[in-house]
């Protein structure tokens, strides 16, 4: 232990009588392992770390499944529950200790000041014990709190203390929630909140609100039909996921059999790791953009390595007294792998730092989506993996530099012409395979980027099939005990025109759902004159729209008309479809006039046949890469399925008459709070996130990438002028010109570029096919990024070379032999 404190005291001497050596190697490791660890952040905190939940290893996600349509992507055949459904899995299974289903809704608070619009979800009774959590006060659910007419709810810690002052004699007191009195159950724990996602549920209710439906309807609770549930569970010790799936996959087949004219095209059933649901689509991103900054960490050190070469040269006749002394080249060994040791560790300390500051910066960039940002932070994990990397990487980068050193013949270093040597020939070539690694893999992050960069903006011109510009988007909920269908309609009858009116606006509607939210209904239908069993229905997207709809929202009219005020509940039911929609069910004939009926309601006022009374653009539904698909749209004054989303195209900023709308809004009913105001262009540009994030986090890496590369050639090059001093004055009293020389050193640099280039290309063609999921319109062997980043590198290269070419050129011949 001692021997081992005297080579950190000596490391520390050395180091200290070198401080651009030491600044410039810590600060290039810290730029390396600060990268690193702040994007291990993120994969910790979204990919690694456990779920908040006892046991979260046995939480799992289920849906039905359904065999894939023509067209569609494998992950559009799992289907959400129905409640009849899921309460026979509920019985039936045999795998899970609890099965629990939910779904979100939206709620109104009142008589707690201002009217305030909530984010809650309607669950089943066993949802919490699923989970394993339970209230920090109250009760929990229970099956009696499934039927229709209780009204109970459970409140997020969060919202319990903005509205109700933390007042634990809440529980037990009555709410008013869009005008119905729900009973408060219990409050849940401040680290509690399910789903992950955004907006944060604020509360929960009971199944009995679907249980509940007004005279004439049927419940959701009894309609087979109506998919719409997401299902969690937690199994029983020792079931596994397979034998779980399987388990539900048994159900789903039989009830397929006992009800063929709902469940026909179920034919089985998916069972997933909630973590591994929850995280999606983000896994392979975070994947690739980790494995994009330990690449610019093996630059790093890569680039410290031939610095720790360079500096061994100059330390070669030190390093011969000390064997001379007696020194072994264990203990030699020992030593540098010690100063290299101690730089690592120096820089990590100094990489953690940086790593706080990218962190920041990065999460503004972060897309808002991405699951569990809430706990990315520097923890004891991610701390751990800092020091780790800071040790690998010293005895990665100091490893080479302290065998070479250690195998010097003492008596050839003492002797003078050394540099000249065929010792010093083999570090030429050993520095000059370091550039070339640097070059090839600083190519394939510059190749990944140039793919990501393309795909991007490929995403970007795309035709959403709308206008977006200029159009305010404003949401609002009529509660369903105060307003009926008819008084619904009513309210946008009178809201509309008020909202046209307002200074600044071009035209105002309203539509439900609209392009580019994750809301979506699926319902099937039937054509006149081609009637099918109604289990063999086809089925597309539907929509409802009012009066204006299509021309606020720029959506072309290609043929007949758009909805008028003339369309009410006593006139012809009417609707319109898509050109899509047209091409694919009444291919070579006009669609006009011809009728439809989609099954909306139960049977008897809703499911009435409905004419085509005009053909619209088709839009992009999803965002801007997903595929157009065939819809039609309903009246709104016809089939009031929702409370629409309220649209006004304005002539200057949307933003600006915000506060116009919410007046008048209040001024027709001030419990009606508008919430989820923006620009549609917002909801364009938040579509296009992820992409846009990992573009430009790639695009960051390659230029780091970039930048070592072109330091390390330009060390290599200067290191190579600093030893062939003697050569170039001899050759240049020889009578060589300064533009042999140039050309020498010229040809140095960029043979190794080149051949760092050729690595590149063959790495790029081995690895970036796994990017393929992540670009669109854009193969990963594109020729124009492949062409354009080898043009970048090439230049940069060139750059970095011209230097010390340029001072080999400009050696006085005498001078230099003179010191020699």
């Not at 494995?291 to 680039?303: E, K, Q, T």
């Not at 910066?361 to 990315?376: N, S």
């Not at 008819?486 to 309203?510: C, H, M, T, W």
């Not at 539509?511 to 239908?525: A, R």
Request: glycine share 8%; hydrophobic share 45%.
């Amino acid at each position: 232990m001692h021997t081992l404190w005297q080579d950190v005291r000596f490391a520390v001497r050395q180091l200290r009588k070198n401080p651009g050596f030491t600044l410039t190697t810590m600060l290039t490791l810290a730029l390396g392992i600060g990268a690193t660890t702040a994007i291990f952040s993120l994969v910790n905190a979204v990919l690694l770390r456990p779920l908040p939940f006892p046991e979260s290893d046995r939480l799992i996600y289920a849906a039905n499944t359904r065999p894939p349509r023509q067209g569609r992507s494998a992950s559009d055949n799992s289907v959400p529950a129905s409640f009849p459904d899921f309460s026979d899995m509920r019985q039936q299974n045999h795998s899970f200790a609890y099965l629990a289903a939910f779904h979100d809704d939206q709620f109104t608070l009142n008589g707690q000041g201002d009217a305030k619009h909530l984010t809650g979800y309607i669950v089943t009774s066993d949802f919490f014990r699923a989970l394993g959590i339970h209230p920090q006060y109250g009760r929990d659910f229970l099956p009696e709190d499934e039927r229709a007419g209780v009204h109970i709810v459970m409140l997020s810690h969060s919202l319990w203390q903005s509205s109700f002052g933390s007042d634990p004699n809440i529980v037990g007191k009555t709410i008013n929630l869009g005008g119905t009195g729900y009973v408060v159950a219990g409050i849940m724990p401040a680290a509690f909140s399910f789903p992950v996602r955004v907006p944060a549920p604020q509360l929960w209710t009971s199944a009995a609100d679907d249980a509940y439906a007004p005279a004439g309807d049927k419940p959701l609770t009894v309609q087979r039909g109506a998919h719409y549930l997401e299902m969690i569970g937690r199994m029983k010790p020792g079931v596994t996921v397979d034998q779980a799936q399987a388990d539900l996959a048994v159900i789903v087949r039989n009830l397929a059999q006992q009800y063929p004219d709902t469940n026909k095209k179920m034919n089985g059933a998916v069972v997933v790791p909630e973590l591994e649901h929850m995280v999606g689509n983000t896994r392979p991103a975070l994947r690739i953009l980790f494995c994009a900054v330990l690449f610019v960490l093996l630059i790093a050190c890569v680039n410290v390595a031939g610095l720790l070469l360079a500096r061994a040269s100059k330390r070669r006749p030190e390093i011969a007294v000390r064997a001379a002394l007696g020194a072994s080249r264990l203990q030699i060994l020992r030593q540098i792998l010690v100063e290299s040791l101690f730089i690592g560790l120096c820089g990590g300390i100094a990489g953690i730092g940086l790593s706080v500051l990218l962190l920041k910066v990065a999460l503004r960039f972060v897309p808002e989506h991405l699951p569990r940002l809430d706990q990315v932070s520097t923890d004891g994990r991610v701390l751990a993996f800092a020091v780790l990397v800071s040790l690998c990487t010293g005895m990665l980068f100091g490893l080479l530099p302290a065998i070479r050193i250690s195998k010097m013949d003492p008596s050839s270093s003492l002797r003078d012409g050394t540099r000249t040597s065929s010792a010093s020939r083999q570090q030429h070539h050993v520095h000059g395979a370091l550039v070339v690694l640097e070059t090839a893999l600083g190519l394939l992050l510059l190749v990944s980027s140039g793919l990501l960069i393309r795909s991007f903006t490929r995403i970007t011109h795309v035709d959403p099939g709308f206008a977006s510009h200029h159009v305010l988007v404003a949401s609002i909920d009529l509660p369903g005990n105060r307003y009926s269908n008819d008084k619904n309609v009513q309210f946008y009858n009178e809201l509309l025109p008020r909202l046209a009116a307002i200074p600044g606006v071009q035209s105002a509607s309203a539509g439900w759902p609209l392009p580019f939210t994750d809301s979506m209904m699926t319902i099937s239908f039937e054509i006149e004159g081609r009637p099918v069993a109604k289990s063999d229905q086809p089925s597309e997207i539907l929509s409802e729209a009012n009066p204006g709809f299509f021309k606020t929202l720029g959506i072309p009219v290609k043929e007949g008309r758009e909805f008028t005020d003339a369309d009410t509940r006593t006139s012809t039911n009417v609707i319109i479809v898509t050109e899509k929609f047209a091409r694919k069910y009444f291919p070579n004939e006009n669609p006009i006039g011809k009728r439809i009926k989609p099954g909306i309601g139960d049977g008897s006022t809703n499911d009435v046949y409905r004419e085509i009374v005009g053909v619209v653009g088709d839009v992009k539904r999803g965002d801007l890469t997903s595929d157009t698909r065939p819809e039609f749209y309903l009246s709104h004054s016809q089939a009031t399925l929702s409370s629409p989303t309220l649209l006004l195209r304005t002539y200057g900023d949307p933003a600006s008459i915000a506060g116009a709308v919410r007046a008048e809004v209040a001024a027709m009913d001030k419990n009606i709070p508008v919430y989820d105001v923006h620009r549609f262009d917002d909801m364009i540009s938040s579509s296009v996130a992820d992409p846009r994030f990992q573009s430009m986090l790639l695009t960051f890496f390659a230029a780091i990438a970039l930048l070592l590369s072109a330091v390390g050639l330009y060390a290599v090059l200067s290191y190579m002028v600093a030893q062939r001093t003697l050569e170039i004055g001899v050759r240049m009293a020889l009578g060589a010109r300064r533009t042999d020389v140039l050309r020498l050193v010229l040809r140095r640099g960029l043979s190794l570029a080149m051949l760092g280039l050729v690595i590149g290309i063959l790495l790029s063609v081995a690895l970036t096919r796994y990017m393929a999921s992540l670009l669109y319109s854009v193969k990963p062997l594109d020729p124009v990024t492949m062409l354009s980043v080898t043009a970048i590198l090439l230049f940069v290269s060139l750059l970095a070379s011209t230097a010390p070419a340029w001072r080999a050129a400009r050696m006085d011949p005498m001078k230099t032999l003179r010191d020699q």
